[in-house]
C-alpha cells in the first residue's frame, strides 16, 4: 500500500501542473500521434493530448485508423491500460477492435503483466469488452493471481466472453477459487451464461451435499444468487457506442445546475476546478450528464433521464471543491456505464463507478491517499443505494 500511496502522491503532483493546453500544443502532439515514427513518442504523445483535450483525441484516433497498420492495435492498447478514465479506455478498446478479433486479442493480451497490476486490471476490463472468446482461458488462469483486483476483473471478463457452454468451467472455478470477491462475480458469471439462478442452481446442487469447504462456497453461492442484487445481464454493451460520448466540438458543453443559488455555485466553482485540473474526468461530466440538482429527493440518479441529484444536506456542509469533485465523477461513471449498457442501479454498476471515483480521488485529492483500496470498496457497497 506505500507503493500506490506514493505512486498516488506523485501523480497528484503531476496532475495539478496540468494547464490548459493551447492550439499549438494540440496540434503537435496529434502531428506526433498520428504520423510520428518512434512508437514511444507516439505513446506519450496519445497520453498528453487524450488527457488533455477527449475530443481533440478522439479525432486523432480517426485518423490513426484510416491508415490501417496493423500495429497501431498494440498502440491503443497501450495507451489503453494507462488511462484511468473509463470513456477512453473505451474509445481506445473499441479502436483495436478495428484491426480485427486476432490482432484486438493480441494487443490487450500483451498487457498483462503481475509487475504492472493496475495496468493488467486495465487490458482484462479491454478483453471483456472484446467479447472474445479466445480470451478465456488465460482470464481463467488469472482467477488464480496472488493480486486480488486481478482476478476480479478476470472473473467480471469471464462473464462477457464465455458462453453457455462454459458453465461447467465457471461452476468448478468459482468453487474451487480461494478469491471470495472474485468467486462472488464467477457466481454471477454462471447467472449470465446460463440465462438465470434457476439453472444456475441447479448446477450448483452438485456440491451442496459435499463436506467442508465445497459444500460451504455451494450454499455461499447459493446465497448470493438469492440476494437478487444482480440479475443477469443481458450484455447489450456496443463498443461503437462510445464513438457518441466525443462530440464534434472541442469543448464539452456543462449540464445545468439547478437548486439554491449558494449551493450551485459551490458546484460550478468545483466543475470550473476539475475542468482545469483534469479536462479527461470533465468531458466524461459533460458528455454523461444532462443536468445536476442540489435537492432534497431521495434518488442519488435519474438512470434514463441522466440526473444527478446531490444532496442539499451534504453540499451546505461540504467546504472542499475536491468532495465535489469526487462524487460528480463517481455518479456520471456510473451514469456512463448505464448508457453503455451495463447494470445501472445494480451491485456490478455501483462497485465499478465507486472504483473509478476512488482512483480520480488518487488523482487529485488526499480523499483516498491513505485508503486501502479493498477495504475502500467494502466499506462503500455497505452503503450504497440499492
Not at 444536506?313 to 472542499?320: E, G, I, M, Y
Amino acid at each position: 500500500m506505500t507503493q500506490i500511496r506514493r505512486f498516488g502522491l506523485t501523480v497528484l503532483i503531476l496532475a495539478l501542473s496540468v494547464s490548459a493546453a493551447t492550439a499549438d500544443e494540440l496540434s503537435e502532439l496529434k502531428q506526433t500521434f498520428v504520423s510520428g515514427t518512434d512508437a514511444k513518442d507516439r505513446l506519450a504523445a496519445g497520453m498528453d493530448l487524450a488527457l488533455k483535450n477527449p475530443d481533440a483525441f478522439a479525432k486523432a484516433v480517426d485518423e490513426v485508423l484510416k491508415a490501417k497498420l496493423p500495429a497501431d492495435a498494440e498502440l491503443f492498447a497501450r495507451i489503453a491500460v494507462k488511462l484511468k478514465v473509463r470513456h477512453l479506455r473505451l474509445l481506445l478498446v473499441w479502436a483495436a477492435s478495428q484491426y480485427g478479433p486476432e490482432a484486438s486479442l493480441a494487443a490487450f493480451l500483451d498487457r498483462i503483466d503481475n509487475d504492472y497490476p493496475m495496468e493488467s486490471v486495465r487490458a482484462i476490463e479491454g478483453l471483456g469488452f472484446l467479447r472474445n472468446h479466445g480470451a478465456l482461458s488465460r482470464l481463467m488462469d488469472l482467477l488464480r493471481s496472488p493480486n486480488e483486483l486481478i482476478a476480479v476483473q478476470a472473473a467480471r471478463a469471464i462473464g462477457r466472453v464465455g458462453s453457455k457452454g462454459d458453465a461447467g468451467l465457471v461452476l468448478d472455478a468459482a468453487i474451487a477459487v480461494d478469491n471470495g470477491h472474485a468467486r462472488v462475480h464467477l457466481v454471477w458469471a454462471l447467472q449470465d451464461l446460463t440465462g438465470g439462478k434457476g439453472t444456475a442452481q441447479k448446477m450448483l446442487a452438485k456440491y451442496m451435499g459435499k463436506q467442508g469447504t465445497q459444500g460451504f462456497r455451494a450454499k455461499e453461492a447459493m446465497a448470493i444468487l438469492e440476494d437478487g442484487i444482480a440479475p443477469p445481464e443481458d450484455y447489450k454493451v456496443k463498443l461503437e457506442t462510445i464513438r457518441t460520448f466525443f462530440g464534434k466540438k472541442d469543448s464539452p458543453k456543462l449540464p445545468p445546475i439547478d437548486g439554491p443559488k449558494d449551493e450551485t455555485e459551490k458546484v460550478k466553482k468545483a466543475l470550473a476546478e476539475l475542468a482545469k485540473k483534469s479536462p479527461a474526468w470533465y468531458h466524461l461530466v459533460c458528455a454523461t450528464l444532462s443536468q445536476i440538482k442540489v435537492s432534497g429527493a431521495p434518488d442519488i440518479l435519474d438512470h434514463k433521464a441522466g440526473i444527478l441529484h446531490l444532496r442539499f444536506l451534504d453540499v451546505s456542509k461540504w467546504d472542499r471543491s475536491e468532495l465535489f469533485e469526487y462524487y460528480i465523477v463517481r455518479y456520471a461513471t456510473i451514469l456512463f456505464l448505464g448508457k453503455m449498457g451495463d447494470p445501472l442501479d445494480k451491485h456490478r454498476g455501483w462497485e465499478e463507478g465507486m472504483m473509478e471515483g476512488w482512483w480520480y480521488a488518487m488523482d487529485h485529492t488526499q480523499i483516498a491517499l491513505d485508503e486501502d483500496l479493498l477495504k475502500f470498496i467494502q466499506e462503500a457497497l455497505k452503503n450504497a443505494p440499492w
